[in-house]
């Protein structure tokens, strides 16, 4: 039942992707061989899918290998699909919670990019499951980073550490980590400037913190999320490429999925930034961030 109501919303979310996808799904419903046109068609549907080039050429590449001369079926999609399906499997899903000790997680993104918005879901959904949450308002850079952080942990009813803007992120982060020990919290989650002066300006900052969070709390931060604006498709790749060379993360947060027609995304991501999705943002409200699961979301562009 819960399952169902999941699978309803991220189809819901999903349903600007769905719309372009359908013309990957038309190909299979057309009475023809797996030839040279099929292919290309398949290729090009992929392709403006947002599926992304490296991640098409494999799929095109092995349709052709398994189906070259065979007549177009359920077959075909089923490979298809399962091909898609297991580009996605990721068996570090999730956060990995430590066993003693609060579990950090970093939230890094640039600015507009939902990283506050989804801070605030990631928070109410570890509370909802019964966690003790912290967060730390680390982005001093901007005054209404912490305070639009401060209004979403008084809606949600979790405890934020902050300081005046301009303040050091990494005496944020240190008094956020005593505090988390001091206080038994379960979850530490760490928000971090979106964009800086410079390129190595940004990359000292998230280091010191890094640096900081680790002395306080063995092996913290335990995760890193990148938070990307899934309406930018192709483009957030690049910057996730970019982001990642200056710190390095864990996982994925792609937000504004309901937004946009480019889920197709989440596949080229996998391919060449070689990061997990771990969370998708499917709306604008607290609950609207559904734990990145390949089969419901490679269910949710197949099936009516
Ligand atoms: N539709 C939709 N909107 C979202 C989603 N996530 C965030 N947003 C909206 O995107 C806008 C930017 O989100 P923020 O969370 O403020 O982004 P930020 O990265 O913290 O950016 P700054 O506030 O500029 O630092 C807000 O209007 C959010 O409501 C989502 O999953 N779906």
């Known amino acids: ?46 392709y403006l899918a947002d599926v992304g080039v490296q991640a098409t050429a494999q799929i095109v590449d092995r349709v052709r290998q398994g189906f070259l001369d065979r007549e177009v079926g359920e077959d075909v999609k089923l490979f298809v699909r399962q091909q898609l399906r297991e580009m996605l499997i990721d068996p570090s899903a999730g956060i990995h919670h430590v066993e003693t000790g609060p579990t950090v997680v970093m939230i890094a993104g640039v600015n507009g990019s939902g990283k506050t918005t989804s801070i605030a879901k990631l928070a109410n959904r570890l509370k909802l499951d019964g966690k003790k949450v912290l967060v730390a308002a680390c982005d001093t850079f901007r005054a209404a980073a912490v305070e639009q952080l401060t209004v979403w942990c008084d809606r949600i009813g979790v405890d934020i550490v902050k300081q005046q803007q301009g303040s050091d992120p990494a005496a ?119 734990p990145f699961d390949p089969d419901s979301f490679v269910a949710a562009l197949f099936e009516k």
């Not at 109501?5 to 013309?23: A, C, Y």
């Not at 192709?234 to 946009?260: H, P, S």
């Open 172 to 290: 944020v982060a240190h008094d956020a980590c005593e505090r988390a020990k001091a206080r038994g919290y379960d979850i530490l989650i760490v928000d971090t400037a979106g964009r800086l002066h410079t390129q190595t300006h940004l990359m000292r900052e998230l280091e010191k913190i890094h640096r900081v969070v680790g002395k306080q709390i063995p092996g913290a931060p335990h995760e890193v999320f990148l938070v990307l604006d899934g309406t930018n498709g192709q483009n957030a790749i690049a910057q996730a490429e970019q982001f990642t060379k200056t710190v390095k993360c864990t996982g994925i947060i792609l937000t504004k999925l309901d937004g946009t027609a480019k889920g197709g995304a989440v596949f080229a991501i996998k391919q060449k930034v070689g990061l997990p999705v771990k969370y998708i943002g499917v709306g604008e409200q607290m609950d609207d961030l559904e």
């Open 1 to 46: 039942m819960v399952l169902g109501r999941i699978f309803t919303k991220i189809k819901q979310g999903l349903t600007k992707t769905r719309n372009v996808f359908s013309g990957v799904l038309d190909l299979f419903t057309s009475n023809r061989r797996v030839d040279k046109a099929f292919l290309t068609q398949l290729e090009e549907q992929l």
